[in-house]
């Protein structure tokens, strides 16, 4: 049984009915296979353009989220058949060196083998109860142990979704409707997080999105992130209405953004200052940072915090927690009304416990380290070198580049980078055997299955196309 559980997720189009199972049972055959630099075919996407095709028919786009159908890079999206530690292999054969993670979750690396037979065990006691079980208890005293500001967890079932509650909380235990959110922070693609920022003056939101209602979106006040100034004038001009700040602490959905110094110290003090709750949004960052998330990197604590991808080992979560005075506002413990069918399910925290595990062994953050350090140095190096405009980042196993000079401290400055050059970067690494997200304004990720190898290797293929841009 358990060689069928090949992957948990993939985060890009996938195709199940290939197969490759004698690579998906032997993390050493990855490890041995075959060097970027001694391919010994051409490289083709026929297969996954026919899949694809077939897909356009089915699904919108022919993708279930965005990013994937490779809109912002062009050329062919990949559809992928299998993971195992670092790599991803395409239903075409080829192999990827992967630093997407299916999107973060990948920590330890994909289809991790502990991971994996504690999942198929889990799996003969049952999928989904509808009922409490113990997992549950252990996987929330890990996050509560874990994140400072949390003493009391809600588990849900993606990001979205715990910032829509955590969103409805604020409100609720503060009474008050309006909130401040920073252009180029993603929270789920609920309403009142779908808001332009405008031209960075503090106005009524603006709906960013069909179907999303202007009344939706009126509460929600918006300001450049790493602009303290802006802050403090929307909270002069609306005082008394803001029930939160909500941000990325370290912003991911715009590239990889880190807060100034003094940026994060300051809207905690304003919120402490205005009566207002500190949310950090800790989806992506939590226990990637740091153990602790964010929050512990930076040594700062927020009233409310959310969390998924890596709290479910790869399978769907999410989670908001907080200051327990805050959650016994939650139903069935007080008045604010949140539920969810597969919320806690014993799949989600069983690979969430073991992700956790392993990431709680002595060296995981430092080894993430120094490998994202050689990584991003190497790049942005190697760019150079070539002649291109590109500056970059990186906080433990978390990174990302830009194809502008920089500083990049917010989404305007990223938006100065050049998209057409990233697009013809990214095709170019594709080719190489390096899979890097299609899309200039995503961040990266590394993962405790990278080795130093596969640094080389991404760099050495880096050199060879920053040459041919």
């Known amino acids: ?92 054969g080829n192999e990827y060196i992967d630093y997407v993670g299916s999107w973060g979750p990948a920590i330890i690396g994909h289809a991790d083998d502990e991971v994996l037979a504690a999942l198929t065990e889990t799996m003969k006691k049952g999928t989904s109860f509808g009922a409490p079980c ?35 909380l604020a409100r609720a235990f503060t009474g008050r409707e309006k909130i401040i959110k920073f252009e180029g922070c993603y929270h789920g ?31 929600t006040l918006t300001a450049p992130y790493n602009d303290i100034s802006m802050v403090e004038h929307l909270f002069e001009t609306n005082k008394g209405e803001i029930a939160a700040v909500i941000l990325e602490p370290v912003v991911g959905n715009a590239g990889f953004i880190p807060p100034k110094p003094e940026f994060l110290a300051a809207i905690r003090s304003l919120t402490k200052d205005n009566g207002a709750l500190l949310i950090f949004d ?5 226990f990637r940072l740091s153990y602790g998330g964010a929050q512990e990197y930076f040594g700062l604590t927020p009233d409310l915090t959310t969390l998924g991808k890596i709290i479910g080992g790869g399978l769907p979560v999410g989670a908001y927690g907080g200051r327990r005075d805050i959650m016994q506002m939650v139903a069935p413990a007080g008045p604010m009304y949140q539920a969810g069918t597969l919320s806690g399910n014993p799949l989600a925290m069983t690979a969430g416990i073991h992700t956790l595990k392993r990431l709680k062994q002595a060296g995981t953050y430092e080894y993430l380290d120094k490998i994202t350090s050689q990584l991003v140095e190497g790049i942005v190096n ?38 057409a050059k990233f697009g013809k970067f990214h095709r170019g690494m594709l080719e190489e055997g390096v899979y890097f997200a299609p899309s200039q304004f995503e961040a990266g990720f590394t993962s405790l299955a990278h080795t130093p190898e596969d640094i080389k290797q991404t760099i050495a293929a880096a050199e060879k196309v920053f040459r041919t841009l």
């Open 134 to 168: 113990v997992l549950e208890n252990v996987l929330a005293e890990m996050v509560i142990s874990a994140v400072p500001s949390i003493e009391m967890v809600r588990f849900v079932n993606s990001g979205t979704e715990a910032c829509m509650g955590v969103l409805r």
């Open 189 to 219: 693609h609920a309403d009142p997080f779908l808001v332009k920022a405008g031209s960075g003056v503090a106005t009524l939101g603006l709906p960013d999105s069909p179907g999303v209602p202007k009344a939706a979106t009126v509460g």
């Open 1 to 92: 049984m358990a060689s069928a559980v090949t992957g948990i997720a993939f985060g890009v189009p996938c195709l199940s009915k290939f197969s490759r199972t004698s690579i998906r049972n032997s993390s050493a055959s990855v490890v041995q296979m075959t060097l970027l630099d001694e391919k010994k075919k051409t490289y083709t996407l026929k297969k996954s353009e026919e899949a694809f095709n077939a897909a356009k028919e089915l699904m919108p786009g022919g993708v279930n989220s965005p990013v994937r159908a490779f809109k912002s890079v062009g050329g062919q999206p990949v559809v992928i058949d299998s993971v195992k530690g670092s790599r991803m292999w395409d239903i075409d």
């Open 382 to 419: 190697a760019g150079k070198k070539a002649g291109h405009s590109i500056c970059g980042g990186y906080i433990n196993g978390m990174f990302g580049f830009f194809f502008t000079e920089g500083p990049v401290y917010n989404y305007e400055d990223a938006k100065k980078s050049d998209t």
């Open 282 to 286: 800790e989806v992506m960052t939590g």
